[in-house]
């Protein structure tokens, strides 16, 4: 057997644990101050923002589930005055639930999936937002994280969801809405948090959580994390990563503040591969007929190869933002920078190809495979503040942005990797199995090599923007935004004939308006309207984007695709001002989708649709009990589909009519806890998703589920608390990621965790 030395080396977790305890030593050799982290405001004459880094979506009360403002100066108003949907997951939530990833902070927001992915779609975070790709549409303190990751939250404050078309916001493609991730960054004051969870399926993960104030207006933060764990209901998956992400601000209330921060995390994992979809016809060369997954009675069952599979990450982010305050009405701030992720892995898909599942209980283990490289350069420079004109009061921001990205993919030889009938009693090396009973401790006799050629791409991008919250009277506020983007991309292939170059530029704006009346001091009702724009090579080889031209097919027509929502909400702080609550009915459609109208003849024709509601609360309903819950019901439909095919050949069938992939028609999320007493808390969470089809012509789907949570935590003193959580409780086997052919992802089972939390 040849195998070749991944790529991406992953350093030993144990110089993390070395870290943390010389931090833990320096720590405790100081005077440690237990106190509440205040909340920073930006008042007159002593700002307290810290540029890109900031963390002004803050809780006005720590523990609350309630946020009353966004991290971004492109939202120029309070939550409760933004005239769109936006759900901010806070750091409380985060804690409470035991999320240690972005999959897991996001289950608490209905209205969204999760996609699957394989080799020419990388492995990762590919959200679904109210049906649409958002694979690309992360963003990292307000500065678009590109690149193919699953992304750990041990460095991340909280979580804010914007739902509809957000590409005035944040340029291209955001068709359904779009994820920010804001970082911890440093405070006034000097604090210690830390925490070990010790749980189930040998689950070990460390935090640390260090601020120093080492001037009167100079903090140095640090964050450290390392985790490991098998996963509970599933043979040989195992994960291992580890973190660190120290940041730097000078100038804390002052008027000029500068801050320089850096991410650096790795992974080493044997990923799971999933489990197969069955076929309700018991045809030999039965095709796939609303089928779902089958695990040939052992839900445990592993169909990769310890012997071959494996995956490796890593990202390293390193930004540098300058803030100073122009006068105590305009503020002007600069990002600058740099990220470089990488991926590197084997990994084994269950395919059905050959129909071995239906015809002889078997499957082939098809190797997936992908090398990929993303480097990042962003410089974005904001102006933000208020101004009166004309008898309105004015909340503004207008910036400029300038991006370079790009990414290079190749992949390895894996032999064989023919699509083999795979009789019962056939091991082909290694690549066939049985459907009930796989052993991933089966030999590779085949070869895996290095494979250097494959596609380098290109992307830049220049960008402006302007937002305004307009104060027409005290009770009706417009609230208005305009971006104007530029998108060149060019992408190179390297094959053993020869090179082939695909070169595309596109120009579009984008803009949106909303209207808001409010009644009273505590609520809103709003009418709005957004659009978006998705070119052709939007991720930047980092994803399935579309792009019929990377099948070499002719078009006639390769603008972007648009997507435009409009949508009527009402938003209420109540319980004196405590609890929000939301409501919002919407239509997002998507008229001119690059579709197959003929033999490799690509248009801008295509038309889809969703039309849903929502609802969401969050924040405290008494003084003891909080509630983060949130309801969606989203109605799609592939008005036209175009013709079936795939890399520009037409097959048979439409899918006009159908419902979108990864768009449940009912989601619901409920968690909730409840301070029995001032040192006991107990809470729990409900979590239900519809069926949800993972392809266009709507042959394959996951089932429904509803997953139970608990949690209790107690206080042993101001020092230090206890928490257990157990996930998943009924212990239900359900699938929480579906992809378009031959394969869901199964979730864990029950797990459960306890952690042991320290503050100093």
């Known amino acids: 057997m040849s195998r070749q030395q991944p790529q991406l080396p992953v350093s030993s977790p144990r110089l993390l644990a070395s870290a943390i305890g010389v931090a833990l030593t320096a720590g405790s050799a100081a005077h440690l101050a237990y106190a509440a982290e205040p909340s920073e405001s930006k008042a007159s004459g002593n700002a307290i923002s810290l540029g890109a880094t900031s963390i002004t979506g803050e809780a006005q009360d720590q523990t609350s589930y309630q946020v009353e403002k966004a991290s971004s100066q492109k939202y120029t108003a309070p939550l409760v005055n933004t005239p769109r949907s936006v759900t901010v997951v806070p750091q409380q939530v985060l804690k409470d639930t035991a999320a240690t990833s972005l999959q897991d902070a996001l289950r608490t927001v209905p209205g969204i999936t999760f996609g699957a992915g394989e080799g020419g779609n990388p492995q990762g975070d590919r959200p679904f937002i109210r049906g649409f790709d958002a694979q690309g549409d992360t963003y990292l303190d307000g500065v678009r994280d590109t690149g193919g990751q699953s992304r750990e939250i041990f460095d991340i404050e909280s979580i804010e969801v914007s739902k509809g078309p957000n590409s005035s916001f944040g340029g291209r493609g955001s068709a359904g809405g779009s994820l920010n991730l804001v970082s911890k960054t440093p405070k006034q004051q000097d604090f210690l948090n830390g925490g070990f969870t010790y749980g189930s399926d040998q689950t070990r993960r460390y935090v640390l959580d260090v601020n120093r104030q080492f001037l009167d207006s100079a903090a140095f933060r640090l964050n450290l994390m390392s985790h490991e764990q098998n996963v509970a209901g599933r043979d040989a998956v195992n994960y291992d990563r580890w973190g660190v992400a120290p940041s730097l601000t000078f100038g804390l209330g002052t008027p000029t503040r500068v801050n320089l921060s850096y991410y650096h995390m790795e992974s080493d994992d044997l990923p799971d591969s999933g489990i197969p979809y069955g076929y309700s016809n018991s045809g030999a060369k039965a095709v796939h007929v609303h089928d779902k997954p089958t695990d040939g009675g052992d839900s445990n069952n592993f169909y990769g190869l310890k012997d071959r599979d494996f995956r490796k990450t890593r990202a390293d982010i390193s930004t540098i933002s300058i803030e100073h305050d122009l006068n105590d009405n305009m503020t002007l701030k600069n990002t600058l920078r740099h990220g470089s992720t990488g991926q590197d892995y084997i990994l084994t898909q269950p395919d059905d190809s050959q129909h071995n599942v239906n015809q002889f209980g078997t499957v082939w283990r098809r190797a997936n495979s992908r090398v990929s490289t993303t480097e990042t350069t962003t410089n974005q420079t904001d102006l933000f503040g208020e101004f009166q004109a004309l008898g309105f009061k004015h909340n503004y921001s207008t910036g400029l942005e300038f991006t370079g990205e790009e990414t290079r993919v190749s992949s390895y030889t894996v032999s064989p990797n023919s699509n083999p009938t795979c009789t019962p009693g056939k091991s082909a090396g290694g690549s066939c199995t049985s ?57 190179n292939t390297d094959s053993a004939t020869g090179r082939t170059k695909i070169k595309e530029d596109s120009q579009f704006w984008n803009w949106q308006a909303g209207l808001v009346w409010k009644p009273t001091d505590n609520g809103s009702v709003y009418v709005s309207y957004a659009t978006s724009a998705s070119p052709a090579g939007g991720l930047v080889g980092e994803g399935a984007d579309g792009n019929p031209l990377s099948a070499g097919a002719a078009s006639s027509d390769l603008q972007p695709e648009e997507t435009v929502n409009y949508e009527l909400g009402t938003k209420w702080d109540v319980f004196s001002d405590r609890l929000s609550l939301t409501a919002a009915v919407f239509r997002t459609e998507k008229k001119n989708t690059r579709i197959l109208v003929d033999s490799l003849t690509y248009q801008n024709a295509g038309e889809s649709r969703v039309d849903g509601l929502e609802l969401s609360a969050s924040g405290k309903i008494t003084d003891k009990w909080q509630v983060f819950a949130g309801y969606s019901y989203l109605k799609s439909e592939l008005v036209d589909a175009g013709l079936n095919g795939r890399n520009g050949v037409v097959s048979a069938g439409s899918n006009k009519g159908n419902e979108m992939p990864n768009t449940p028609k009912n989601s619901f999320s409920l968690w909730t806890t409840y301070e029995v007493m001032p040192k006991l808390t107990v809470g729990g969470g409900a979590f239900y998703v519809d069926d949800v089809y993972g392809d266009a012509g709507n042959t394959v789907y996951v089932p429904s589920y509803t997953r139970y949570d608990a949690m209790a935590s107690y206080k042993l003193s101001k020092n230090v608390d206890l928490q257990l959580n157990v996930q998943n409780l009924t212990d239900k086997t359900y699938y929480d990621k579906a992809y378009s052919a031959h394969f869901a992802n199964q979730a864990p089972g029950r797990t459960a965790l306890f952690t042991t939390n320290f503050h100093f």
């Not at 250097?452 to 208005?480: C, H």
């Open 435 to 491: 459907l009930s009973n796989p052993n991933p401790d089966d030999a590779w006799t085949g070869t895996t090599n290095r494979n250097y050629y494959g596609t380098s791409t290109k992307a830049t991008s220049r960008a402006a923007y302007v937002f305004d919250t307009i104060e027409l009277d005290p009770q009706w506020l417009l609230n208005v935004g305009l971006r104007y983007d530029t998108f060149d991309t060019v992408a």
